[in-house]
């Protein structure tokens, strides 16, 4: 059973090189005055006329915090270069998001995109379908975890890493971003997913992160993206966050498992498959 699947499933499309031109062909962006406000390095868009003008302001001061206190001065630096900068564009219901998923997903995967999703990203472009959303802390994990995505794009660096990393490393800042406005709210939602995976590891039926898919939409009894946040997580903490962002850094040049293997002394792969979660996650940080 997959509790809280449709708040926390996260589907990223990896459909570079086309960027700009799938950029331009998304709903409300073609004609018409478009209306975006400029957060730091993220420019906030309304997809479509439902999206108030006090929600795109919200909106962006929430990407703005997310992108100057939680982004590693590597990612940092990384989206402040101008050809480089995220775009959040909103969407106030149905018909709008299903038009910016049509754009990035095959027709077979768009039933369980609308249903499964909580926004995606595609390049530097973040899409988010706010009606789906009821409780603020929520919108503000995704918005954090997409925004990372896009980070570790604008840097270069998210197509180079095992799935588990780069949505390990988003639910991380999910998660941080979440406990910063409703720590009760965060502890909950760890708390709930804990139990599946705890119960897993319990049955034998947990797998090494390594094999988790690159889209989280497959029957597990847990949610594995959760699994990857955990394993990220331990990262993290073994090593510090100085750590981990010289790892990112070096992900260009070394490729993932050598940069990894530069700062921790094994790859990423040995830890992928050695890695087993243990230990109640009381605080993300
Ligand atoms: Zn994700």
Not at 29 to 49: H, I, W
Not at 166 to 171: M, V
Not at 245 to 259: C, E, K, M, Y
Request: proline share 6%; net charge negative.
């Amino acid at each position: 059973m997959r509790v809280w699947l449709a708040l926390t499933a996260c589907t990223m499309v990896w459909v570079s090189g086309a960027l700009s031109s799938w950029s331009e062909a998304l709903p409300g962006v073609l004609g018409g005055a478009v209306r975006s406000v400029q957060a730091g390095p993220v420019t906030v868009q309304a997809g479509d006329n439902g999206v108030s003008t006090d929600t795109l302001r919200r909106i962006a001061e929430s990407a703005q915090s997310i992108s100057a206190v939680l982004l590693p001065p590597g990612l940092g630096a990384a989206v402040r270069v101008p050809s480089a900068r995220p775009r959040l564009v909103l969407y106030s219901d149905p018909k709008g998001y299903a038009a910016a998923a049509q754009v990035a997903f095959p027709r077979s995967e768009l039933t369980t995109v609308m249903s499964q999703t909580a926004g995606f990203t595609d390049g530097l472009t973040v899409v988010i379908p706010l009606y789906k959303y009821t409780d603020p802390s929520y919108l503000t994990n995704t918005l954090a975890h997409e925004l990372t995505h896009a980070a570790l794009n604008a840097a270069g660096i998210g197509p180079r890493l095992p799935a588990w990393v780069n949505e390990g490393y988003a639910w991380y800042n999910g998660l941080a971003a979440q406990s910063r406005v409703n720590p009760a709210s965060a502890a909950k939602l760890q708390s709930e997913l804990w139990h599946e995976v705890s119960t897993a590891v319990a049955d034998g039926a947990f797998q090494p992160v390594a094999a988790n898919p690159d889209a989280s939409l497959t029957a597990r009894e847990y949610n594995v993206e959760f699994a990857d946040f955990l394993a990220v997580r331990d990262v993290i903490r073994a090593g510090g966050m100085a750590r981990f962002d010289r790892f990112l850094a070096g992900v260009p040049q070394l490729g993932a498992n050598g940069s990894f293997q530069r700062e921790y002394g094994e790859t990423l792969e040995q830890f992928a498959e050695r890695w087993q979660p243990a230990g109640r996650p009381a605080e993300t940080g």
